[in-house]
């Protein structure tokens, strides 16, 4: 089933709430799929910093301590002033590089990490358990930042692991998050291997983040990346994608997974059920609707 | 129940009353803060056939799934905000109102009685309904009616795809514009549009309307509290092809 929350904060009081407005959204959809979830927060200051790339490593617990990481990287990355810092189960690591390079230098120093985030304004964080414990883990309540994207997940195409959690955030900044299920994924996935593209996990979602980040990176604006998605993808969805300064809404052409919208001049809001809306500020005078089926949604900050 | 239903005076709960006695300004009712009281303890409340409480009014529904299921008693009862999956759903007496949207399967299987919604609905609205009446005022979704069964449907907006899909009885109104593949493999429901038909579904086509169809269309947007003149719409309805299997009818199935 999944649940899916997402909320872009247009104007600036209330950034600082949206880690715990995220949060009490997030708890609403738990019901949808209790097994694992994920997060990502745009623009929290303690976490990213515009000026430094930031990674997120899947577990706290890494092979080598933070101090250890960091001087590890530091030695690959002279330049690039690496700081390492644990945050429930996730790792970040920052440091002054491209997130090419700052992959690179982890692959050597750490292989086979899973990098779940990268960019320099979002962090992801992911865990298997409740959600709500997930959330705890990583603080999310005090988190301040611009948008943020909740999923609670109900594993379908592949298994219950924090690596198989959503959002994907395969390219800087771009997190996708999905309810639903792709039938024709495996056949997207062989196309894009040929491609040379390399994929984490086996599941299907994934398909989708590397194939909307392929388009992207080649330069495509995102409304007709994901009008693209909607010809090539078979299967059922509800997606939402959020980049470095915006948020896009999609279902599927027969609307088979719920999606619901509220707009104020303050946020925009999406959810699988009006229910995980329905305690924001001022959403007794939202416009409220349900997306309809194959319009691509895209709202700018 | 607990201690936060209240009995108050209220004005009239529905402002459009029919068939269930006089309802007054002076009336009370029931107040039930679903922030406070769960969904549960109201429904077995609604269902106490022994509960003398005319009039209820719903605050703070918040979405909450499966509110107001399974009444069966004469009541009226009025929501103060926007309800989840399956409200009202098997209802079987009396009127409901939500001053807000409705989630999916609004009045799923609805016997008889009344359930009106003053803003959108979602997908499935009165899906395999048998009798009653559901009003939407604002847009009804996908697969709206679908499987209907007596049912009647007034909505004032437009109903998404596949609506009155496999309608066996009853009658559908859309003010606005219906998705496409409407009607696909309809029975015997009768279909009222007064906008755009995006596509009709399999053995689903237009039908004339004669003076009995527009009398009972004209009763049926009375009912509903609407104005439009019904001879601004068009009615579909089955071509009567799937009754039977046959072989040159098997691309349709």
Request: contains cysteine.
């Amino acid at each position: 089933m999944c649940g899916i929350a997402a909320l872009q904060i247009t104007n600036p009081a209330l950034r600082p709430q949206l880690g715990s407005l995220l949060n009490t959204m997030l708890c609403e959809v738990i019901e949808r799929g209790p097994d694992s979830a994920g997060i990502a927060v745009y623009d929290n200051p303690a976490l990213t910093d515009p000026d430094t790339t930031v990674l997120s490593l899947l577990g706290g617990e890494q092979a080598l301590s933070p101090a250890g990481l960091a001087s590890a990287l530091e030695r690959e990355l002279p330049e690039a002033e690496v700081t390492v810092e644990v945050l429930g189960d996730t790792t970040f690591v920052s440091g002054q590089a491209s997130s090419t390079e700052l992959t690179a230098a982890l692959e050597t120093v750490l292989p086979g990490r899973d990098i779940i985030g990268r960019g320099r304004h979002v962090a992801v964080m992911k865990g298997v358990g409740n959600p709500r414990d997930v959330a705890e883990h990583h603080g999310l309540t005090s988190m301040t930042g611009t948008r943020g994207v909740a999923h609670t997940r109900m594993a379908t195409e592949s298994a219950v692991t924090a690596a198989g959690s959503h959002p994907f955030s395969v390219a800087d900044d771009l997190c996708l998050v999905h309810n639903g299920s792709f039938s024709n994924h495996a056949t997207i996935r062989r196309d894009l291997e040929r491609q040379g593209v390399v994929f984490d996990s086996d599941n299907d979602s994934e398909v989708a983040a590397r194939y909307l980040a392929t388009r992207l990176t080649a330069g495509e604006e995102l409304e007709s990346a994901l009008e693209h998605l909607g010809t090539v993808f078979d299967g059922f969805y509800t997606l939402v994608v959020t980049t470095r300064d915006g948020m896009a809404v999609v279902r599927d052409p027969i609307s088979c997974k719920p999606a619901v919208v509220a707009v104020t001049d303050d946020w925009v809001a999406m959810a699988s059920e009006f229910r995980a809306l329905a305690d924001l500020p001022g959403i007794d005078h939202a416009h409220v609707f349900e997306p309809e089926p194959g319009r691509v949604y895209t709202w700018r900050a | 129940m607990t201690a936060v239903v209240q009995s108050t005076a209220v004005a009239d709960p529905t402002g459009t009353v029919r068939g269930t006695g006089p309802v007054t300004a002076t009336s009370t009712a029931t107040v039930v803060d679903l922030a406070a009281t769960s969904v549960r303890e109201l429904n077995a409340a609604l269902h106490d056939q022994a509960d003398p409480t005319r009039n209820w009014i719903i605050t703070h529904p918040a979405g909450r799934h499966n509110i107001a299921v399974g009444i069966d008693r004469d009541v009226t009862l009025r929501v103060d905000g926007h309800v989840g999956y399956f409200f009202a759903g098997m209802h079987q007496k009396g009127e409901v109102t939500v001053h807000g949207n409705a989630g999916q399967g609004l009045a799923e299987n609805i016997m008889s009685g009344r359930v009106h919604v003053t803003g959108d609905a979602s997908q499935s609205a009165a899906a395999t309904g048998h009798g009653g009446l559901v009003v939407v005022e604002g847009n009804a979704s996908a697969r709206c009616g679908i499987s209907m069964k007596g049912v009647d449907i007034v909505v004032g907006g437009n109903v998404g795809h596949m609506s009155a899909f496999m309608a066996q009885a009853g009658r559908m109104v859309v003010c606005g514009d219906a998705g496409e593949n409407l009607g696909d493999s309809v029975y015997e429901a009768r279909l009222y549009v007064r906008g755009q038909v995006a596509s009709l579904g399999s053995d689903c086509v237009e039908k004339p309307m004669r003076q009995e169809h527009l009398a009972e269309l004209a009763e049926l947007l009375v009912s509903a509290g609407r104005d439009e003149d019904p001879a601004d719409f068009r009615r579909y309805g089955s071509a009567r092809t799937l009754y039977h299997f046959h072989s040159d009818n098997a691309d349709a199935y």
